[in-house]
């Protein structure tokens, strides 16, 4: 019974690139959570999404960021032209139709240089 | 203003006491839940302990007790007899309109860094 999987662990990005995050939520859940650490802070939420919906989009920067859950295959965070104010912890939770907790996956560390 | 505060950056404990992290809220909904979280080093997020806003008993889990005060807006994290392991970043986060429909982001606090020593 695998967890959220994230992936990669760690991504390295040079300035202007693009970086794409991938989570595979918990088997039956239909919601996702998308949130980003930088150092020495707490998460702060970005998006939630359910498949093929954004729900709440509210954290997210206006610019260079989006997300999609598509029908089939992992929920995607995508960053275009990525600066150094980019690098940080990028964390996806999932939790199951109808409420329950959250189950977080391990995060993928982003750094650009 | 501040949705979570943890007035503790860094706590030092010895090993086998108590411990006791604080974590204040604000919200004007009357249906929220708050959660604690544990980071080790490591970087993953561990789910530790959840407390609904209607719940009348402190949420206990193992050696996690959550001492909740609502009137205070209170959610401290209790952890009993202290071990090594428990060193690890410790973040209290909340959703608000806790209708249980898993459908609201979490708001985190920036977090306790809890250090036990031997």
């Known amino acids: 019974n695998a967890g959220v999987m994230q992936n990669p662990r760690h991504l390295v990005r040079r300035r202007g690139q693009e970086a794409r995050l991938r989570c595979s939520p918990m088997k039956g859940h239909s919601h996702v959570y998308w949130y980003r650490q930088l150092p020495e802070e707490g998460l702060k939420f970005m998006v939630y999404?359910?498949?093929?919906?954004?729900?709440?989009e509210s954290g997210m920067p206006k610019e260079r960021f989006s997300a999609e859950f598509p029908k089939e295959g992992p929920s995607i965070l995508r960053i275009q032209q990525v600066v150094r104010g980019d690098s940080a912890a990028y964390f996806c939770?999932?939790?199951?139709?109808?409420?329950?907790?959250?189950?977080f996956g391990s995060g993928t560390r982003l750094t650009v240089v | 203003a501040q949705k979570i505060t943890q007035t503790q950056p860094g706590m030092f404990v010895q090993e086998k006491e108590a411990v006791t992290l604080d974590c204040t809220y604000d919200?004007?909904?009357?249906?929220?839940?708050l959660f604690w979280y544990k980071q080790p080093s490591s970087g993953e997020m561990i789910f530790l302990i959840y407390?609904?806003?209607?719940?009348?008993q402190n949420a206990t889990e193992g050696r996690y007790s959550l001492n909740f005060q609502k009137a205070r807006k209170s959610a401290n994290l209790v952890i009993s007899a202290s071990q090594l392991g428990d060193s690890a970043m410790y973040f209290c986060a909340m959703r608000e309109d806790d209708s249980g429909g898993g459908a609201d982001g979490l708001t985190f606090g920036k977090g306790t860094h809890l250090i036990i020593q031997p």
């Open positions: 999404l359910q498949k093929e919906n954004i729900i709440d």
């Open positions: 919200t004007s909904d009357q249906s929220y839940g």
């Open positions: 407390q609904g806003s209607y719940d009348e």
């Open positions: 939770a999932s939790s199951p139709t109808g409420g329950g907790g959250y189950t």
